[in-house]
């Protein structure tokens, strides 16, 4: 099992930056796809980003592309989501997932492990 808590969320104008963290604990980290989803208000849960095992490959949805970053550190067992030009439509809460595999997904059903969920509000 693996325990995932974000952190970082908050209120921002419009152009404003956020850094998103999610620590987990129970399990080798290393071994854990990991990925950030986000839900707005009366909308689906939706992919925002991913990162491989190691760090080295990382993959965006378009709609954040340019503009966020998705990055971890094994060695503190976390990964963060480095949010800059923020929008309103960026208004939601943001999960962290993760994911036992070393295969590529940006479906949320494939993820087994999910935090609480930190909220973002974007100002405008």
């Known amino acids: 099992q693996v325990q995932l808590v974000e952190s970082g969320g908050g209120l921002v104008q419009t152009g404003g930056s956020l850094r998103l963290s999610c620590a987990a604990s129970g399990r080798t980290f290393s071994n854990y796809f990991m990925a950030w989803f986000r839900q707005a208000p009366g909308k689906v849960r939706e992919f925002v980003a991913a990162?491989?095992?190691?760090?080295?490959?990382?993959d965006y949805a378009d709609s954040v592309k340019g503009r966020f970053i998705i990055s971890r550190d094994n060695a503190k067992n976390t990964v963060y989501l480095q949010m800059n030009s923020l929008k309103p439509e960026d208004t939601a809460d943001y999960y962290c997932?993760?994911?036992?595999?070393?295969?590529?997904?940006?479906?949320?059903?494939?993820?087994?492990?999910w935090g609480q969920g930190t909220q973002v509000t974007v100002s405008s």
């Open positions: 997932a993760a994911r036992r595999s070393i295969i590529w997904s940006r479906l949320g059903h494939e993820y087994g492990y």
């Open positions: 990162i491989s095992l190691g760090g080295s490959s990382t």
